[in-house]
């Protein structure tokens, strides 16, 4: 109830947001228009594409949706010479017929946020750290609610103390990104059974479970750990709405996707995807790749080339321990499946 209230939705279900261009208008407001809370991930969107997306959303439901951005980790955008991680990737780009890029320019966050507080959707939520204060209180002077994201106890208490509506606890067996942002990441997996009820002793708030839910045993576990709601990501992605390629989604519910790995090689920052061949290749690299968003710059040609031919192999699949658990279908069905309707 007090999620559901919070919210202003009808299932404590959030349809967890995708950054990277995997989100869609469709999805997100296909679980907002089920009775959750659809979400979109906007962390590479320019500032103007912030505010046409919150146009669209507006105009593809009336109930609350969510947006969400990333909070960037101290020197991030630095300026790095890219010629070694280009020298790396040169034999790939090469096999796969494209020219290594020019690296883009990341968004700003500033202007991000200012972008989205002025189109002002009914929910922002954040991943990779605590929000600026200013944000914080610009945001609830519009009435906007706020969600952090914590991947442990101590990042939980973090947001609670700056004043998130919300907390997601984000356990390990999640997948894309992990939003560690008080010690590395390798010091901050910790599984969602084991999370969860930490958390919901630890703060006051509203605590939203996310990692390894995907179908409604995954939800009534979760409500039985002390959460308020669930967050879910990959069995949202796999549905007919979202914005991943058919490569992606078919890798989802294959055999594949029993072995899903954390890897900074697609990205710069670690994430959880399905072991694939570029994994197993460049694994000896993982730990000399440049740092998020470099990294994920000098892979885009080799991302997209790849879902262009089908070639699972150099795709980043991103995915969390529970794929297997997946099924193509439409978000409403899926929805109805989550909430035993
Ligand atoms: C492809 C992909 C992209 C994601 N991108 C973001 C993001 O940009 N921001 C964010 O807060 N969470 C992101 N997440 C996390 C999800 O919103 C959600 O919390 C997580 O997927 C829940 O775990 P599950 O995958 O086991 O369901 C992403 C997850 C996936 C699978």
Redesign the pocket.
């Known amino acids: 109830m007090r999620l559901t209230g919070l919210l202003g939705i009808e299932h404590p279900i959030i349809q ?5 261009g ?1 989100s869609s208008v469709a999805l997100a407001s296909a679980v907002s228009n089920a009775g959750g809370l659809g ?1 979109f ?1 906007a ?1 590479v969107l320019h500032p103007t594409a912030i505010t046409g997306l919150v146009r669209d959303l507006r105009a593809a439901t009336t109930r609350p949706f969510a947006v ?1 951005l ?1 909070v960037p980790h101290a020197g991030e955008g630095d300026p790095i010479d890219p010629t070694p991680h280009i020298a790396r990737l040169a034999p790939l780009y090469r096999r796969l017929g494209v020219e290594p890029p020019a690296l883009p320019v990341a968004p700003d966050f500033t202007e991000q946020v200012d972008a989205l507080l002025a189109a002002a959707p009914p929910v922002i ?3 990779m750290g605590v929000p600026p204060r200013w944000v914080l209180d610009s945001a609830h002077d519009k009435g906007i609610t706020v969600i952090g ?1 914590a991947t442990t106890v101590d990042e939980a208490i973090a947001l609670e103390r700056a004043g998130v509506d919300a907390v ?1 606890a ?2 390990s ?5 992990r ?1 560690a942002f008080l010690r590395p990441v390798e010091q901050s997996l910790v599984g969602t059974f084991s999370l969860v009820p930490q958390v919901v002793d630890a703060v006051g708030s509203p605590v939203v479970a ?5 179908d409604r045993r995954g939800v009534r576990a979760a409500l039985a750990l002390g959460a308020d709601g669930v ?5 949202f ?1 796999a549905t007919r709405e979202s914005n ?1 390629g058919d490569v992606h989604k078919a890798m989802l519910h294959s055999d594949a996707a029993k072995v899903t790995v954390l890897t900074r090689l697609f990205s710069g920052r670690t994430a ?1 995807g399905i072991h694939n061949g570029l994994v197993r290749e460049l694994a000896a690299h993982e730990d000399e790749v440049p740092p998020y968003p470099v990294q994920s710059g000098l892979m885009q040609p080799l991302r997209r080339a790849a879902a262009e031919r089908g070639l699972a192999d150099y795709v980043s699949l ?5 794929a297997p658990l997946t099924a193509s279908r439409s978000a409403k069905d899926y929805f109805k499946e989550l909430v035993g309707t």
Do not use: E
């Not at 991103?318 to 529970?322: L, M, P, S, T, Y």
């Open positions: 967890g947001p995708f950054g990277g995997l979400s991930g962390h969400n990333w939520s954040f991943v994201t997601v984000s356990g067996d999640a997948g894309g990104h939003g996310a990692g390894g839910i995907a967050q879910i990501g990959t069995g992605l991943a959880r991103w995915a969390g321990q529970a």
